[in-house]
């Protein structure tokens, strides 16, 4: 559909939401099984855009990866850490996994490969990771512009060693990096001066590789992060649940926020490994009831005759929950400001210019600054049209605004296909139950 008429709620809500599996230890997941020996079976997976774009990436690569939409689950025949081809292309969209995991991969094995992806991809930089793999053996060219996608590997196996990556626009590149360590010929330092943006999604890496039977030591300190990773060493393919995705369950635990009454999200909780799983403690700042158990979250605010509460926080560690926030804020009773997330800017759009552009043809008052924002809520939301620049977030955030105001309508709510094929469908469920 070309556009989304949302529905707003006509009273609290009740609801029981379940996600699918999660994009980031889905990705994570297929890269450990692909390098594995042996067989792995992968349950609640996440199928969607940037996880298909990872199972062609592989099976470009010559591996077999068997999809089975009931569940849904893959299976993956590992290469033993040894890729079965030596030449091939590798399209990544808009997917940024895609690109840097694959980027990493290639350049453990032996051969000629190349990375591209949609004009928002070349526009995304990657000269960290670039270095950093040079570093480490790898032969790596720009195919058009320097520090940016396309790139051409060449790729005679890494040989391990130290890497420095002094504040690095992205915890994808860390994760890369220890990913491929275990194929180097000898161990890796990874060593982070400064601020990492998304931080616990190196935990998660961490714990994806441990899965595979690959243990990483971290170190940190006040100057920054290190990750030791033993090499060489090979993954063990295994049997492994991914866990429902925490950055796209921010909207609808949100959306008992915006419109008052309960939603239960199971089969995430206390025990998650996702960051982004913390996102209750936000809304709990601003005045909601959060019940937390293992597997299950739930966020409430029985009182809707009392305005949320506007807050000011540092959300360098879940970005990904940045615009759930942003329009949250709209509801609350005074500005909220969201600092230290420059990184959004290059996403798969500058989400820091999409927010306060969408946010201020509601109502809003919203003040940019180059590593965030601070948005003053209007006495009353106007109803509008509303874009998502081919961004899923923007698209499912924008959803919120609509449960709190009528009116409103969201342009190409297909892009949520990135991650959240069937979103909107998920989401008339909140207002109509019997949909």
């Not at 949250?328 to 820091?352: M, S």
Request: aromatic share 4%.
């Amino acid at each position: 559909m070309d556009e989304y008429v949302c529905q707003p709620a006509c009273g609290p809500i009740d609801a029981v939401v379940r996600v699918p599996g999660s994009k980031s230890i889905t990705n994570r997941a297929l890269v450990t099984a692909a390098l594995a020996d042996g067989h792995s079976l992968l349950t609640n997976v996440l199928l969607a855009a940037d996880t298909r774009l990872m199972i062609d990436a592989l099976r470009s690569l010559g591996i077999a990866v068997t999809v089975d939409s009931v569940g849904p689950h893959l299976e993956i025949t590992g290469c033993g850490g040894h890729l079965p081809l030596s030449e091939a292309k590798l399209f990544c969209g808009n997917a940024g996994t895609v690109m840097r995991f694959g980027a990493a991969m290639v350049a453990t094995g032996h051969g000629l490969f190349e990375l591209d992806g949609v004009q928002r991809m070349r526009e995304r930089p990657i000269a960290h990771l670039v270095d950093a793999l040079r570093s480490l053996g790898a032969g790596l060219e720009y195919l058009d512009r320097e520090g940016y996608p396309p790139i051409r590997v060449h790729a005679s196996g890494l040989r391990g060693g130290e890497i420095v990556l002094e504040a690095p626009p992205s915890s994808q590149f860390v994760s890369a990096l220890m990913l491929a360590a275990p194929c180097a010929a000898n161990d890796v330092l990874i060593e982070v001066a400064g601020p990492v943006p998304s931080a616990p999604y190196l935990s998660l890496t961490a714990e994806v590789m441990d899965r595979f039977g690959v243990g990483v030591i971290e170190q940190r300190d006040a100057e920054g992060v290190r990750f030791i990773i033993a090499a060489p060493q090979r993954y063990s393919g295994c049997t492994f649940a991914v866990e429902p995705d925490a950055s796209n369950a921010t909207y609808f635990l949100a959306a008992a926020a915006v419109a008052g009454g309960r939603v239960v999200l199971e089969g995430l909780g206390e025990r998650s490994i996702q960051g982004d799983a913390r996102f209750v403690d936000v809304l709990e700042r601003m005045g909601c009831s959060i019940v937390r158990e293992p597997d299950r979250l739930t966020v409430s605010r029985p009182d809707t005759g009392k305005a949320l509460r506007g807050i000011d926080l540092d959300l360098n560690d879940m970005p990904d929950t940045v615009q759930t926030l942003a329009v949250v804020a709209l509801f609350a009773d005074g500005p909220t400001t969201i600092r230290n997330v420059a990184n959004l800017r290059l996403k798969e759009t500058d989400r820091i210019v999409a927010l306060a552009t969408e946010l201020a043809k509601l109502g809003a008052t919203v003040e940019q600054r180059s590593d965030g924002l601070t948005i003053h809520p209007p006495a009353t939301l106007t109803a509008a049209v509303l874009d998502t620049y081919d961004d899923h977030r923007m698209a499912m955030s924008m959803a919120l605004a609509g449960l709190g105001c009528a009116g409103c309508v969201i342009r190409d709510p297909g892009c949520c296909g990135k991650t959240f094929p069937d979103f909107f469908e998920q989401w008339d469920r909140l207002t109509d139950p019997s949909s």
